[in-house]
C-alpha cells in the first residue's frame, strides 16, 4: 500500500470516527422526569424546579425535550415510569423516587431498555438499576440535630424522633443520628416513627408520643413540615417539658420562627435546598446531549 493510499485511508477514518462522533453528540434527547407530586413544602420546590429546569433547558436546546411526571405513591409512579419508557420513549431519566425499595424494579426496567437513568435523593435498594447518584448531604443533616440537640441538653434527657417515609435518605440520617446519641449515655431516643414529612401525620404521631411518655426534652422532625405537625399537637396538649423542637430543610416559614426568636424552643434548622433537581436534570440532559455519562455519585 502507497504512503499515499495509506494517508488517504487514515483521513477517511478520522473523518468518520469525527462523524460518528457528532451524529452521537447531536443525537435527540427526550429526557423523562419522574417525582412525587407536592404533598409537602419541600416537594412543592422539587417541584418549582423541575418545571423550572423544562422551561430553562428546552429554550436552550433545541434537541431537547423533557416530559415531567408526579405522583402521589410509589404504585403510580411505578406506572409512570413504564409509560413513560414504552408511550414516551424516553432515552433519558431523571427520577427522585417514592420509595427506595418499591421503586427498584420499576427504575431497573426503564434502564433494561436502553434509557440512561439518574437517581436523585431518595437512593434504590439496589445501585446497579441507575448509571447515577445526586443526593444533598443526608448524613449531615441528621448529625447536625442530633449534636445541637445533645449541647443544647447538656448532654442529658429523652428525644424522641419523626422520621420521613422508608428511604436510604432517610436511613442515614436516622443512623447520623443515632451514631451521635451514642456518645452521650445519658441522652435516651425513646422513639422513632414515619411520619411522611407530613404535618398531618407527624401530628398523629406526636399525639402518641405525648400520651406514651411523660417527660420529653426534645423532638427531632427530619422536615419542617413534620415539626410544625409536632408543635400543633404540643401547643394543644399544653406540653411545657419540651425544651427543643428541631426541624429540617429550612423552609420560610420555620427560618421565621428562628429569626423572630418568638419561640424559645425552636433556635436552629438544617439546610437541604430542593434545587439540587434543578442541577440533576441538568448534569444529565447536557451529558446525554454531548454524549457523554455522569460520575457515578
Same mark, same amino acid.
Given at each position: 500500500m502507497s504512503m499515499q493510499t495509506r494517508r488517504s485511508l487514515m483521513l477517511a477514518t478520522a473523518a468518520g470516527l469525527a462523524f460518528a462522533a457528532t451524529s452521537a453528540a447531536s443525537e435527540p434527547v427526550h429526557l423523562g422526569v419522574s417525582i412525587p407530586a407536592a404533598t409537602h413544602s419541600f416537594m412543592g420546590g422539587i417541584n418549582y424546579w423541575a418545571n423550572q429546569a423544562k422551561k430553562d433547558l428546552e429554550a436552550k436546546h433545541k434537541d431537547l425535550k423533557i416530559t415531567i411526571r408526579t405522583a402521589a405513591n410509589a404504585t403510580e409512579q411505578a406506572n409512570q415510569l413504564q409509560d413513560l419508557s414504552t408511550v414516551?420513549?424516553?432515552n433519558a431519566l431523571v427520577v427522585f423516587p417514592f420509595e427506595s425499595a418499591a421503586l427498584t424494579r =420499576? &427504575? %431497573? $426496567? &426503564?434502564?433494561a431498555k436502553g434509557a440512561y437513568v439518574t437517581v436523585v435523593d431518595r437512593g434504590l435498594t439496589d445501585t446497579s438499576a441507575q448509571d447515577a447518584y445526586v443526593a444533598g448531604d443526608n448524613t449531615a443533616f441528621g448529625k447536625i440535630p442530633a449534636e445541637y440537640i445533645a449541647k443544647t441538653l447538656g448532654g442529658k434527657g429523652n428525644v424522641v424522633a419523626l422520621r420521613g417515609i422508608p428511604t436510604t435518605l432517610d $436511613?442515614?440520617?436516622m443512623d447520623a443520628f443515632n451514631a451521635v446519641l451514642k456518645?452521650? =449515655?445519658d441522652i435516651k431516643l425513646l422513639d422513632a416513627k414515619y411520619a411522611n414529612w407530613n404535618r398531618d401525620d407527624a401530628y398523629? &404521631?406526636?399525639q402518641d408520643f405525648l400520651t406514651r411518655f411523660k417527660d420529653i426534652d426534645a423532638f427531632?422532625? %427530619?422536615d419542617d413540615d413534620m415539626a410544625f405537625g409536632a408543635i400543633r399537637a404540643i401547643d394543644q396538649a399544653g406540653r411545657k417539658d419540651i425544651k427543643v423542637i428541631f426541624g429540617g430543610a429550612g423552609a420560610k416559614d420555620m427560618v421565621k420562627v428562628i429569626l423572630d426568636n418568638k419561640d424559645p424552643r425552636i433556635q436552629a434548622n &438544617?439546610?437541604?435546598?430542593p434545587k439540587f433537581i434543578y442541577e440533576s436534570i441538568k448534569l444529565t440532559a447536557e451529558a446525554r446531549l454531548k454524549g457523554e455519562k455522569l460520575p457515578a455519585t
Open positions: 414516551s420513549k424516553i =420499576p &427504575v %431497573a $426496567n &426503564v434502564k $436511613n442515614e440520617r456518645g452521650h =449515655p398523629k &404521631v406526636t427531632w422532625a %427530619a &438544617v439546610s437541604y435546598s
